[in-house]
C-alpha cells in the first residue's frame, strides 16, 4: 500500500512539472508571437503554471504527513480525534506498539476494551450521520426550528461520544504500566514538537513559493514593458 502511494505521488508530481514546463512553453511562444493580448495572455498562463506547481508541491507536503500515520499527526495521547476507538487504534498501530513494548496479552487486553464499547460506539456514528445530514439541510432551507432542535440532538450526541471516547480512553489507559504510561507521554511531547517543525517548515515553503511566483510575474512585466518601448 505504501509503495502504491508512492507511486501515485510521483505519478501526480511528474504531471504538476510537465504542465508547468508547457504552460511555460506556451507563454514564450505568445510573447514571440508579438502584441500586448498575447503577452497578457501569456503571463495569465505563467501564473497559473506557477499555482498548479505550489499545489503539487502542497499536495507532497501533505502525502508525507499522511505517511508518518493519525498518531504521530494528532500525538498518541491528544484528547480528541479518531472517534472513541481512535485511542485504542492508535495504541495497537505497530510502531508505537513496538515503541511502548507492549505485549501480547496486554494487546489482547486493549482488543477487548475495545471490542465490548464497539457497538455503543457504531450506535452513536449510526445516529450523527443523519443528524448532521438533516442539520445541514435545515439550515440550507433556513428552517429556524429545525436548527435549533437538530443542533440540540447534535450537540447531545457528541456529548455522548466524547464520554464514551473518555472512558475507553481511561480503559486502555490503566492496562499500561507506569513506564508505559511515561514513555507515552514522551512519545507525545516529540510527536507536537515535530508537528511544529513542519508547520513552520510547509510556511517558509509557501512564503518561498509566493515570492518566487511574485518574481516571475515581475520579470515578464519588465519584458513586456521592454517590448512595448521598443516599438515606440
Known amino acids: 500500500m505504501v509503495e502504491h502511494k508512492k507511486s501515485w505521488m510521483i505519478l501526480a508530481t511528474a504531471a504538476v512539472i510537465v504542465a508547468g514546463a508547457l504552460v511555460f512553453g506556451a507563454a514564450v511562444r505568445a510573447q514571440a508571437q508579438g502584441g500586448q493580448p498575447a503577452l497578457a495572455r501569456g503571463a495569465g498562463m505563467m501564473a497559473r ?95 429556524t426550528a429545525g436548527i435549533d432542535a437538530l443542533a440540540q440532538q447534535l450537540g447531545q450526541l457528541q456529548a455522548e461520544t466524547a464520554k464514551l471516547r473518555a472512558r475507553v480512553r481511561a480503559e486502555v489507559l490503566s492496562k499500561l504500566t507506569p513506564e508505559q504510561l511515561d514513555k507515552l507521554k514522551t512519545l507525545e511531547a516529540q510527536a507536537q514538537e515535530r508537528m511544529k517543525e513542519r508547520q513552520e517548515r510547509m510556511k517558509e515553503m509557501a512564503q518561498q513559493r509566493q515570492q518566487r511566483l511574485q518574481e516571475r510575474q515581475q520579470r515578464l512585466q519588465e519584458r513586456q514593458q521592454r517590448l512595448q518601448d521598443s516599438r515606440r
Open 49 to 143: 503554471g506557477a499555482g498548479m506547481m505550489a499545489q503539487g508541491a502542497g499536495i507532497m507536503a501533505q502525502g508525507r504527513m499522511m505517511r508518518r500515520g493519525m498518531v504521530m499527526r494528532r500525538g498518541p495521547m491528544a484528547p480528541g480525534g479518531g472517534g472513541p476507538m481512535g485511542f485504542g487504534r492508535d495504541l495497537l498501530a505497530p510502531r508505537l506498539a513496538r515503541q511502548l513494548g507492549l505485549t501480547q496479552d496486554q494487546r489482547a487486553e486493549i482488543r477487548t476494551v475495545m471490542e465490548s464499547h464497539r457497538v455503543e460506539a457504531k450506535a452513536l456514528a449510526d445516529k450523527g450521520q443523519p443528524t448532521r445530514q438533516q442539520l445541514h439541510d435545515a439550515i440550507v432551507s433556513n428552517n
